[in-house]
């Protein structure tokens, strides 16, 4: 089936340590998104991706990095800058432009102790 | 800039009885409107969207939303509320004009009882 892959679902790192997650899609959709969930705070954009090898920061990009080599897969790095990183992350893709919907995986919990 | 509100963090409904979570939006093109639900710890799954044409559109699982463009508002609704539909919902808008990135409501708790 054709789908959203996120890995891991769950993950505990220790405070100073860089975290990558990964987002693997088969739904051939050229647009690729990062999105953190904080309770009563709904999603922020972190980083989005509109083509392969290319990336814009979204409004909370401090402390991530990403990137985009191939088409199906957009990784998500949580590096030690990000001063709060515990949160729900949540990859979408879209493939069919600005009227599009958005088509998400089942998101990774990170939580730093 | 574009913006989307959702007013109310919970809404309380009994089972049968018709629901709706409430979304307002502002843009300054015309806008893109969608709505998603989140179960407990997964990821948000696409209900309806609005960008062109009638004003009440239908989704998946018998919930529908009714666009207003006086009131800048795209209420969900359903007319009788199932205890499973108890989960997190969200509004998003996209400024059509700007063609920005899709902007997320806070999200809008509905608890069915039975």
């Known amino acids: 089936d054709g789908g959203i892959t996120q890995s891991p679902k769950y993950l505990f790192r220790k405070e100073g340590q860089n975290v990558t997650l990964s987002c693997e899609q088969n739904?051939?959709?050229?647009?690729m998104y990062w999105y953190r969930q904080d309770p009563g705070q709904g999603l922020r954009l972190i980083y989005y991706?509109?083509?392969?090898?290319?990336?814009q920061k979204g409004d909370i990009a401090e402390g991530y990095s990403v990137s985009r080599e191939k088409k199906e897969s957009f990784p998500l790095t949580v590096t030690s800058a990000q001063k709060n990183p515990t949160a729900f992350y949540l990859c979408?893709?879209?493939?069919?432009?600005?009227?599009?919907?958005?088509?998400f995986g089942e998101g990774s919990r990170l939580t730093v102790l | 800039a574009q913006s989307v509100a959702q007013p109310e963090d919970q809404v309380n409904v009994a089972e049968g009885n018709p629901l709706t979570v409430k979304c307002t939006y502002s843009v300054s093109g015309n806008p893109y409107l969608f709505w998603y639900v989140q179960y407990p710890n997964r990821g948000l799954q696409f209900l309806l969207k609005?960008?062109?044409?009638?004003?009440l559109v239908k989704g998946s699982y018998g919930f529908e939303a009714e666009f207003n463009k006086s009131q800048t508002s795209f209420h969900l609704k359903k007319p009788s509320a199932l205890v499973s539909d108890s989960a997190l919902y969200f509004c998003?808008?996209?400024?059509?004009?700007?063609?920005?990135?899709?902007?997320f409501g806070k999200g809008t708790k509905l608890s069915v009882k039975p």
């Open positions: 609005y960008i062109t044409g009638d004003n």
């Open positions: 998003a808008v996209r400024d059509g004009g700007s063609q920005g990135n899709l902007i």
């Open positions: 739904l051939n959709h050229d647009a």
């Open positions: 991706s509109q083509i392969v090898n290319d990336f």
């Open positions: 979408a893709s879209s493939g069919q432009g600005y009227t599009g919907e958005l088509f």
